[in-house]
């Protein structure tokens, strides 16, 4: 693929709307791009992290194991999230260079996923401020939103009710 079609990918996708052309570009310049096909596993939880991902075609969810967190015991994985064209996904471990917090399936043949090395970016934001400055703000503003999705799914389980059933 090319730069010129990377940064067309880029500017249609959530992160990077509104950066003009010139920081699509550079951003453009260290991507690559991967294909994946129908139940790939792009990357496990608490895998060694690297790279931020722009989904360019397909969808990819974003799966836990509930067993890592209390018992220790594995259970099935659980999707807590479907992201699809133009949505962004390795942003946290991007920033804190921590290990995964989740799993990511490709659950689309054909699943195009554009990928963003984290040691160039981050070199190309120290000789960039302007790119920089635009990075953070974009993922911080995307993991708000984020975070605010959470909030809402966590305060709907919290105050979910049963209704009763009365038999006649």
């Not at 974003?62 to 962004?88: E, F, M, Y």
């Not at 260079?97 to 190309?124: F, Q, Y």
């Not at 790119?131 to 984020?146: E, P, T």
Request: glycine share 6%; aromatic share 6%.
């Amino acid at each position: 693929m090319s730069i010129e079609s990377i940064k067309r990918e880029l500017a249609d996708a959530d992160l990077f709307l509104d950066w003009d052309d010139l920081l699509l570009e550079l951003v453009a310049s260290i991507a690559t791009e991967r294909k994946y096909s129908l139940h790939d596993l792009i990357f496990d939880e608490n895998s060694d992290s690297g790279e931020l991902y722009v989904i360019a075609d397909g969808a990819v969810e974003i799966q836990i194991n509930p067993g890592i967190v209390g018992s220790g015991i594995q259970t099935t994985r659980q999707t807590i999230a479907v992201l699809r064209r133009g949505q962004n996904f390795g942003e946290v471990s991007l920033l804190d260079e921590g290990r995964r917090s989740a799993a990511a399936i490709s659950v689309h043949n054909g699943t195009r996923l554009i990928i963003l090395p984290r040691d160039k970016l981050n070199l190309m934001c120290e000789n960039v401020p302007r790119l920089g400055y635009h990075l953070m703000r974009s993922l911080a503003a995307d993991l708000a939103m984020k975070i605010r999705s959470t909030d809402h799914e966590i305060r709907a389980h919290l105050t979910w009710v049963p209704t009763t059933r009365f038999e006649s």
